[in-house]
Each structure stands twice: as structure tokens, then as C-alpha cells.
């Protein structure tokens, strides 16, 4: 029963983030929807509204999305380029946007890398093995999912900042955590925790041991097992989890706001730079960066829409 | 893979950290001076290098002073701070990390260039705003920052209080006023900074309380003909002050380079750095220079007025102060 | 759900992988999170009442949830609309439309926030037409409304598509020849087998604003009492040297996510008994 239930919170909160596999509620959204494209003219019949109905729930949904999510994005790309193509590019050009640019890979190439190994670790414990308390963990594991950036920003300041828990030791051996990048690396960390174990938890899950067991028992060694048997299978849930990951990552504000120390040129990420340059009338600049980030947006959807693909493709000659 | 990761990830770290010039100072200011920063660090590092034949950098961090403070005493490696206001550089000492009589250690008040209060208005002047009673009346929308967090926002508030303490000559009725004040505020951002562009690029509000330099800069980035500066007969003295932060320029063994670096706002080039940004210069002869470029406004003081910072914080910042007594109203 | 089953698993490797897993979770999220716990510690009861129940901290809580519960009510009624309008009707951009609902997922909070400023201020694109009306948005509680439904929409609509293309046509058919109107079978039938995902995504999307700072202090007026939400109080309360306040302000609200996550659970547990197993 427990084990269900973890389960089952485990589809709802990914998929928001992830696909859902088909753990409990429902399937992948994208194949029965393909499957059920046509409606037969009989059903339509009876599974449908009338026309205006039909056409006010179609007007109000596009309305909604225009405004509420369309035009934000457009008016994004529409400010950075208001000033001409040159300007843009000359904002882009400058050394705090580059050096800000070059900060947030960085930042993103730590976290997103250790998440990986964590996530992939955490999810072989947790989905090839029974064991009590495994609610309680995924439940720990999807905290970040809801607390907010600013705590998660606040904690390492109270770790590790000059008046905190660990800040006098770090101060006399002369390590910088807070308002440097191990601090703002700690802060993305957290934030993008449960992207990747998330993503890999219910994949795994329901592919079961049997494979792998096959492998272990011709003698394979247990590293042998999950690179040679487990990886393939689950490599795209894994590239899914690594790209969402990564957009948040280089993404976080709040966190980040709260440890960086925005030293101009040091530790000032892409969204914070978006902040700084806005605040100094700067605002080409400002949106200049901030489409920067929408443009990484948009390249994750459309990632995101390839490897939602790839993952049903990947899952249906084993369909139910 | 953890193998092959692992030296990636410390590479990455080392390249962050190593390019640099002979000396590398860490300068956290608060919000408006970003660009008098960028003129003074380019000259002074100039300076420097003919004098000593030394490069140095200069980095800079800005932010509302009470956040900036916040960060400092938090562990950021500043070897120089310059905020709005001497409490919040207080506020570092406080924890050991400067010498308590730092604002000694320099000449006037460690403050080499001052400021005041001014308005900004709409161009035209449509509300008619000519001093800080029309700032009370019904109608009129100000924009200031919040005190608690904002250095130049104190200096506003204390202005108004001020201005109020001496023409009605009671607390009391400086209380009413300053309450009143800000009972016509309809936004209260974090920085100086922050409330500028509220006024200035989101078009809210009828006037806005501002740094002297922060309203000539607002002129200079959007034109003189959407806004105009309004100077009160009277406000108050604003010297955001100067230190170097022992602690860190010690451990760091910068004190030198940073010393010469706040010493180098005394000379002459430094003070028309300061002037040409619109900071009042406190040397004579350049303050004589640019005298057009500043209004006739008569100044009290801190002292004056309140009798310093600490007690000034105490009373009306403090939790439990006169502000949160106004604000709850 | 055959996964459930529980399986004696031959496979190595159970005890390291969960001792890493502990290992980096205990680094990562429960120290830090226990360092906030033991910073509270620090305050006596009162004390810690006195932060939580002063007028300023009030405000701002009341602020982020109320605005956080009405947002989330609007992601509900226009998360089934959009819901509905994608899953059951074929329209030019569809497709487009579908994938569009993910941007403010993955859309950096900090530029929706200078978007949505830019979008809502008194001289925007939308912000003009609606100060003809008398209608401000920018710097009032309307703006981190607005903020609050832009990042929560894709939770309600994500949580629920799926529900809906999975429903059993039957049912409908079965209603609809039965002699059920259709306005009976969306509400009496079709409905009612949603509550479980639609509260769910209220759940989450309601969650998510709660906590939301980026993409909301750039819109909100920020004003103590009226537009200051909890979050920006935290980082105030930080810049004015009073950790303890902060901190006890941020314990509310970790306590207050704990409680949704636990509601979710519990909603998930009375969706699986509600639906029959296929």
C-alpha cells in the first residue's frame, strides 16, 4: 500500500516536469492521443459540445495562452532588439554579460553533473530494490519541488555564511562558500535536486529487474549490468531529466540571488545580470540576456517535445 | 564516469578562479554609484599603475546598503565598502571585522563626497511640487524606497523629518507629517535604484524622493524634457561614507592598495570624479567649479537633527521604531 | 500494477548506491534544512510567536497564500478549458499551443518577471489599455496575481491532460444513450472523475506560487501590508541583520509545503481508489 502511494505521488509530480510514465492515474499523454486522433463521426456525436460552445472553450483557451504566456515571451525578444540588432548584439558582447554567460555554464555543468550521478544513483537504490521507508524518501527527495527559492537560498546562508554554523571554521582555513561559486553551485544543487532522480525513478520502476538479473546471473559484473543493460533502456529518460535540470539550473534566481554577493564580472549569473542591467536603465541589455534565457526556454520545449517522442517510441512495442 | 567527471568539474572550478591582475580589490557599494564607480576605478586603477607600476582590478557589488552590509558581515570578501550610510557600515564593525572608530581614520567623516535629497518631477511640473509640504498633500504620489533596506531611503525619511522638526518644532508633529508622507507612498521598493525605475521607466507616481546624483543621472539617461529636478529650500546632508574592511584587506594583504584607493578620493582627480557625477565634492576649489551645477538648498545635519546615526537607527529604524509605528497606521 | 508487487531483487550494488543516495541527500537537503530548524531553536516560543503573529509578517503570509489560492483557482477553471480545448477539439496551432503551455515551466523566473513588469506597467502593452480602464496592475496586488497564474498554469494543465485523454469513452457513450444531456455528462460524469488530477493540480500549482520570488517582486509594489509577499519579507528581514525573524518566517512556510506535499500524497491515494485499475 505504501509502496503505491509513492508511487503514485511520484507520476503527479513528475509529470510536470517529466514524462509520466505509466505508473498509476494514466499513460503518456502523447501516444493514446495520437491513437484517438480521428474520433469516429458516431462518437463525435455523443463525445462533443455544440459549435458555439465548442468554439467559446477553443477562443478562451488561445486567449488565455496569448496573453498569459505568448506575450510575455514576445515582448521579451521584441525589447532586446528595440534598439537594433547591433545594440543587441553589442550587450551581448560585453565582458560582465560574457563573463555571466561563461558563470552560468559553469554553474549549470556542476550542478547538472552531479545530480546526474546522484539521480541515477538514487534511482537504481530506489526503484531495483524493496525496502521500507521508500515513500518517505522520494518524499524527501521531491522537497525542493516545493520549498521556496529564497529557503533554499537562506539555508547555505546559515551554513555557511560569516555568522553561521560552519562560517567561523570556513573563515579560519580561509574557504569561500557563500558569495563564491562552491556557494551558488550548493544553492542551483538543491533547487535542481529531484529533476534527474525524478525522471529516472518511474522508468526504471517499471522496467523491472529482469534483465539486469539475466545479466548478473551470465556473469556480468554489477557496473557492467548498468552500463551495458540498464543505461540503454533508460538513456532517454536520463537525457530528459539532464535537460530539465539544466534549465532550471541555469535558470534559478531567488536561490542564487540570496548567496551570490553580485560581485560584477565574478558572481553574477544570467538571471541576476537580467536584474542588475534592469535596475541601470540598461534595458536592451537587460532583455538582451533575458532572451538569452528564453531562447534557452524555448530549445528545452522543443528538446523536451523530441525525447517525449523518443520515450513513447521507446515504450510501446512493450506496451501493456 | 564519476572518474571522468570529477577532474572536469575541478578544472572548471581552477579556470574560474585564476585569471587576475597583480591586485584584486572587491569594492561593495550600494545602489547609485555604479557609475561613479566605474569612472573612479578606471582612473584610480590608471593612478596606480603609473605610480606603482601595479595593475589592479577593481570589482564591484551594488545593492541596497543594508542588504550590501548584510553581505559583507555574512562573509563577502569586501576589501573596501562604500554604502550609503555610516550605520550600516556600524552594522560590519559591530562584528569585529573594522576597527569601531573607522570613520576616524579618514578625513570628514570618512565621507569624501556628500549628497542631498532631492525631487524629481514630471516634466512641467503638473502637481506643482515645490517643497516637502506639497509632498503631503492629498493626491500627490511619492515614490521613495523602503528604510529598512535602502540607505538613501533613511536619508529621505529623515529629510522629510527634518524639514518637518524644524518648522513645526516638535516630534510629535514631525511624526504626523512624515506619517502623512507616507501615506501617499504607493510603492516601496528595496533599493534607491529600484525606485527610480518604478518613477522613471514605469511612469508611477508624481515624484520621487532621490539622491541628488541619482536625479541628475535619471536627466541624463531619459532627457530633460520628460523630467525635471525640484531642490527643497531646505534637506538634509547626505554623506555615505568610506572604509576599508581590516579584516579581509589584512587577510587578504591589500590593506596598502586599499587605502590608497580611498585616499585617492581626496585628491583633486578624485573629487571631480565625484563632482562630475554629481556627488558634492567636499574639496573647495572644485567644489567652486562645479557650483553651477548644483542647487542652492540649505543643509542640516545628521548631528544637527538627530544626534548621529546610532540614535537616529535606534528611534526610527529600529524594529518597533517610529517607522513601524507610521507604517502600522 | 504489477509493479507493486513486491520482488527479491538479486542485484548488487544495494548498499552503495543507497548509502550515496543518504549520503548527498543529507548533505544537500537535510542538513541545510535542519540548520533552518535549529536556527528557529534558537527563539524562545514566544518569541517565535511574537515574529509570526506580528502585523508585518501577517500580511505578507496572508498575502502570499490568498493571492497564491486565488491564482490557483484561476489555473483551475483555465487549466480545464485549456485542457479541454487541446485534448478534445482540432484546431490550427494545437500542437503549438500544447507545447506553449510548458514556457513558463521552463522559462527563467527572473525574465517572466521584467516581461510580465514590462507587459503590465502603466506605459506596456497591455498596461496602457488597461490604465484607460482605471485598471492597475504593476505594483499592485493584481501584478503578483498575475505573476502567481502565469507560473502555476502549466501544473494544472500537465496534471490533468492526461486524466482526460485516458477517460473512458464509454462512460460518455453510455451516458449520452442513456438520455443524458451533455452539459449532464461533463458535470455529473466526465467532471467528477477529473477532481482527483484537477485537485492535484491545484495542489501543486497553488504550492509553486506560494513560494514563487522571481518573477514576482519585479511586478509587486513591494509595499509592507498590502504588496509584500513572504518570500521578499525573508529576504528583507536577511538584509536587516534579523535572522531569527527570517528564518521563522521561512519555517512557516517549509511547514506549509510539508502539509501540501502530504495533501498531494493523500489525494493520490483516494484518485487510485477512486479509478479502476486498467
Redesign the interface.
Known sequence: MSMQTGLATSTTQLRTYAPATDVSVAAPAPRLEIARAEPGTAQRNLRTEPGPIRFIIIALAIAFLSVFVVLPLVVVFASALSKGVVAYVAALAEPEALAAIKLTLLIAAISVTLNLVFGVVAAWAISKFEFTGKTFLITLIDLPFSVSPVISGLVFVLLFGAQGYFGPWLQAHNVHVLFAVPGIALATIFVTFPFVARALIPLMQEQGTQEEEAAISLGASGLQTFFRVTLPNIKWGLLYGVLLCNARAMGEFGAVSVVSGHIRGETNTMPLLVEILYNEYQFVASFAIASLLAMLALITLVAKTVLERRLDEAEVPDGD | MIRRILPLVAGLLWASSVFAADVSLLNVSYDPTRELYVDFNKAFAAAYQKDTGKSVEIKQSHGGSGSQARSVIDGLQADIVTLALAYDIDAIAGKGLLAADWQKRLPLNASPYTSTIVFLVRKGNPKGIKDWDDLIKPGVAVITPNPKTSGGARWNYLAAWGYAQKKFGSADKAKKFVGDLYQNVPVLDTGARGSTVTFVERGVGDVLLAWENEAFLALREFGADKFEIVAPPQSILAEPPVAVVDSVADKKGTRAVAEAYLKYWYTKEGQEIAARNSYRPRDAEIAKEYEKSFAKVELFTIDDVFGGWTKAQKEHFAEGGIFDQIYKN | ?T??V?????????GL??G??LT??SV??????A??F??TFELSLDQFWGIVTS??TLNALKISFGLSFAAACVNLV?GT??V????????P?RRL?D?????????????????????F??????GAPLAELGIKV??TPIGIF?AM??IG???VV??V???L??LD?EI??AA??LGAN?WHT?FRVILPSLI??LL?GFA?AF??A?????SVI?IA?????VS?I???L???R??????AD??AI?VV??VA?FL??FL??R???W??AR?P??
Open positions: 500494477m509493479i507493486a513486491a520482488r527479491r531483487s538479486t542485484l548488487p550494488g544495494f548506491t543507497m550515496l543516495t548527498w541527500l544537500i537537503i537535510l542538513i541545510p534544512l540548520a533552518l535549529l536556527k502585523r508585518r483555465m478549458i485549456i479541454w480545448a487541446l485534448v478534445r477539439y482540432r484546431f496551432g499551443f507545447a506553449i503551455v510548458d514556457i513558463p515551466f521552463a522559462l527563467p523566473t527572473a525574465v517572466a518577471g521584467v516581461a510580465l513588469t514590462q507587459l506597467a502603466q506605459k506596456g502593452w497591455l504593476a505594483f498575475i497564474i502565469f498554469i502549466p501544473f500537465r496534471t491532460q492526461p486524466v485523454i485516458d469513452p460518455e457513450e449520452a444513450s451533455r461533463v482527483p488530477a492535484t501543486l504550492a509553486r506560494i513560494g514563487e520570488y522571481g519585479f509594489g513591494n509595499l509592507p501590508n509584500e513572504a518570500p521578499l525573508i529576504v528583507i536577511l538584509s536587516e541583520f534579523r535572522y527570517a528564518t521561512a512556510m517549509l509545503s501540501i506535499i498531494i500524497n489525494l493520490q491515494r484518485a487510485q479509478i485499475v486498467h
